[in-house]
């Protein structure tokens, strides 16, 4: 079991970027390394999206289209954190960033809100001029 916690959001200009990290705190007997972990992001209004996942050893990334080429995924398990790194960032990427975590046994393929079973609050990114 994890409870994960997201920060380093905020405002930031069109083009600018910004790295988001998930950090996890996990429970007695159990370890980071065992979860893959996957990004969404919600703008007001809007469906939760997948942004991308991570497999549990960090060797597998998955993106959605949202992510275009311009975000990137990677983990340091000794730290327990994951971290996203958003660039070129648009206007439209404006949106509340999740990252959520489930037991990871099929190297990271996980696309889905109902694959995931840990959710942390989220964290703001806004993009503005």
């Known amino acids: 079991q994890v409870q994960l916690y997201e920060s380093g959001g905020g405002l930031v200009q069109p083009g600018g970027s910004r790295t988001l990290s998930c950090v996890a705190s996990?429970?007695?007997?159990?370890?980071?390394?065992?979860?893959?972990i996957g990004w969404f992001r919600q703008a007001p209004g809007k469906e939760r999206d997948f942004v991308g996942s991570?497999?549990?050893?960090?060797?597998?990334?998955y993106y959605g289209d949202v992510a275009q080429g311009r975000f990137t995924l990677s983990r340091d398990n000794d730290r327990n954190t994951v971290y996203l790194r958003l660039t070129d960032l648009k206007l439209e990427d404006t949106a509340v960033y999740y990252c959520?975590?489930?037991?990871?046994?099929?190297?990271?393929?996980?696309?889905?809100?109902?694959?995931?079973?840990?959710w942390g609050q989220g964290t703001q990114v806004t993009v503005s001029s």
């Open positions: 959520a975590g489930t037991i990871d046994y099929y190297a990271g393929s996980y696309y889905s809100r109902e694959d995931y079973d840990y």
């Open positions: 996990v429970a007695s007997g159990d370890t980071f390394s065992n979860y893959a």
């Open positions: 991570i497999s549990k050893s960090g060797g597998s990334t």
